[in-house]
């Protein structure tokens, strides 16, 4: 009797296990906590980076150059501007926030501008983040090119050389650009030193294209003793556009059309090159932005192509210098040959 009274008791304790074991499997998990709170993605912040001329921090209407190209930093978060110097930076965090241009990312000689505050979410408008460019008294957006017969334009169409190309360039990139043609043909490097001042006072240029020394191959003291007067004169004409508040962009000397045996070509090419390992490094002293024609020159596949004459280029070649001067004006230094695009104060110009 005793038996079978356990054996009974048993059997319910087994099916009572049965009735508390999961549908599937044969244990039991422990249940977790809820999923927690969604994170914030953040917010766009969308704006437009100027070149504040008058470097009061304000878009006045006057002002009408934009910078595409350039990092803009919102809250952590960066984005880079488009056409027009328009922005969207991603993912910024709600609250305010801190919003200005990466320096290393600015074109040559500009500087940013004062750090703006945005609060996050956006309201509606544009953000305007102001950078700026030290140019003294000198006039914004005008550009000098100083030079010889090859800053003139000769051999090339009425298009006025690598400067017509330039401008129109400049123009289409950043909205405004007026260029000066100061190029005097026949003349030397040193007579480009001598005169370079006269012509500042006249044209107040907020930068400064300096292109000599191709004339300086035709005296013999610069042939029979090299480096002679041509480096020299390239640094005094960098110091005093600085000098007077214009921002100095140096080009490298052009080689001569290797198809002219008869000018010695050859021979004035290597002059050429060594030359202008001279020129960089005085740019590197200097801490001068450079503009590489004679590289960009020897890497077409055809170099006789580019000329008119033995030193002068005809269009094909005015517009390949027109981009070399192109990218040294508008590229961050990161993204120049020679590492040399820093910025300076700029003395006033008197």
Wanted: net charge negative; with cysteine; glycine share 12%.
């Amino acid at each position: 009797m005793l038996f079978s009274t356990i054996v009974r008791y048993e059997k319910r304790l087994a099916l009572i296990s049965l009735l508390f074991l999961p549908a599937c499997g044969g244990s039991t998990s422990p249940v977790g906590p809820g999923p927690g709170p969604t994170a914030d993605p953040g917010h766009p912040v969308s704006g437009v980076v100027f070149y504040d001329v008058n470097a009061n921090g304000i878009l006045d209407p006057a002002e009408t150059v934009r910078l595409p190209g350039v990092t803009v930093a919102v809250g952590g978060r960066t984005g880079e501007t488009t056409d027009g110097g328009r922005f969207t930076v991603a993912g910024v965090p709600a609250g305010e926030q801190q919003a200005e241009v990466q320096a290393g990312s600015l074109p040559a000689y500009f500087r940013t501008g004062a750090a703006l505050t945005v609060t996050v979410p956006q309201a509606t408008g544009t953000l305007e983040v102001p950078a700026t460019l030290e140019i003294g008294r000198n006039y914004p957006n005008t550009y000098l090119g100083f030079g010889d017969s090859i800053t003139r334009g000769e051999g090339g169409g009425p298009g006025g050389g690598y400067l017509g190309y330039l401008e129109a360039d400049l123009r289409s990139y950043w909205g405004e650009a007026t260029l000066e043609n100061a190029g005097d043909p026949g003349t030397k490097s040193y007579q480009g030193e001598s005169r370079l001042w006269q012509t500042l006072q006249h044209a107040r240029p907020a930068f400064t294209l300096i292109l000599y020394g191709t004339n300086d191959w035709n005296d013999s003291e610069c042939r029979g003793g090299f480096p002679c007067y041509t480096v020299n004169s390239l640094r005094s004409m960098v110091r005093q556009a600085r000098d007077y508040g214009s921002n100095p962009i140096l080009g490298t000397i052009p080689p001569a059309n290797p198809a002219y045996e008869d000018r010695d070509a050859a021979a004035r090419n290597v002059w050429v090159s060594d030359m202008n390992e001279l020129v960089r490094a005085m740019a590197e002293q200097e801490r001068v932005r450079i503009a590489e024609i004679h590289a960009d020159f020897v890497a077409q596949p055809s170099l006789e192509s580019l000329f008119f004459d033995h030193v002068h280029p005809n269009d094909a070649g005015y517009q390949l210098m027109a981009r070399a001067w192109w990218r040294a004006i508008t590229s961050p230094a990161a993204a120049t040959t020679s590492g040399a695009g820093f910025g300076f104060t700029a003395p006033g110009a008197p």
